[in-house]
């Protein structure tokens, strides 16, 4: 199995989830492939990328089936926050599995608060004002926020391969709006009491993450 950690905002390759969830696999399952890929980029780069990764792992896979989904069984996502809605973006694309960790589900309204309307409106695309500069070093602009407009998530459109893990003290998203949206399109989601956005107990979680994981493909 190869797994991609996709992280959130503010994050990036060497996040702490993403790091735990390897060391994690290289000690209990040694035959799990995980990829941290860094993602501080466009919305449409991050899309391109994943895809591309995506299918140069199952291409590179010495398994010949002409079922395509089971070739896509074989790379799963996991998604973090921002990374939640990317993962959701990929799925309802190729119908890859994914496991999704406090995902964000509006961006287009969560990531408002980087734009000072009275300013520029979105619709000012070629403007170079950079709206905010994450930790991993994306330069977020007001296309990028008309990107995420122009994608928003509307459906689930493989729900049996998918898997929402909530926290219900998510400090940052509405987890209630959150599991509203994904159960009310068929997909497994398990609400946790407490916790916070950037689930800190990951490292407890992960012996149910893997067999989450297990039951998605």
């Not at 998604?79 to 589900?105: A, R």
């Amino acid at each position: 199995m190869n797994l991609i950690y996709i992280h959130g905002l503010d994050s990036d390759a060497n996040s702490t989830k993403g790091v735990l969830l390897e060391k994690y696999c290289q000690l209990h399952h040694p035959d799990i492939n995980v990829l941290r890929p860094d993602l501080n980029k466009t919305p449409a780069q991050v899309c391109e990328q994943l895809l591309s990764l995506i299918k140069a792992l199952n291409n590179s896979a010495d398994r010949k089936s002409a079922d395509k989904q089971t070739e896509l069984s074989n790379t799963v996502l996991i998604g973090s926050s921002l990374g939640g809605y990317f993962s959701t973006l990929i799925s309802n694309q190729i119908g890859c599995p994914v496991l999704l960790l406090n995902p964000s589900t509006q961006p287009h309204i969560t990531l408002q608060r980087f734009s000072n309307q009275s300013a520029y409106s979105l619709n000012e695309s070629s403007t170079s004002k950079v709206l905010h500069t994450t930790a991993g070093g994306w330069s977020i602009m007001p296309a990028d926020l008309q990107w995420f407009e122009d994608h928003q998530l509307l459906s689930v459109n493989y729900p049996d391969k998918v898997a929402v893990l909530l926290k219900e003290g998510d400090e940052l998203l509405n987890s209630e709006l959150t599991k509203d949206f994904y159960q009310g399109h068929g997909a497994s989601v398990t609400v946790q009491m407490g916790g916070d956005h950037r689930f800190s107990d990951f490292d407890e979680q992960l012996p149910m993450v893997m067999n989450i994981l297990q039951d998605l493909l």
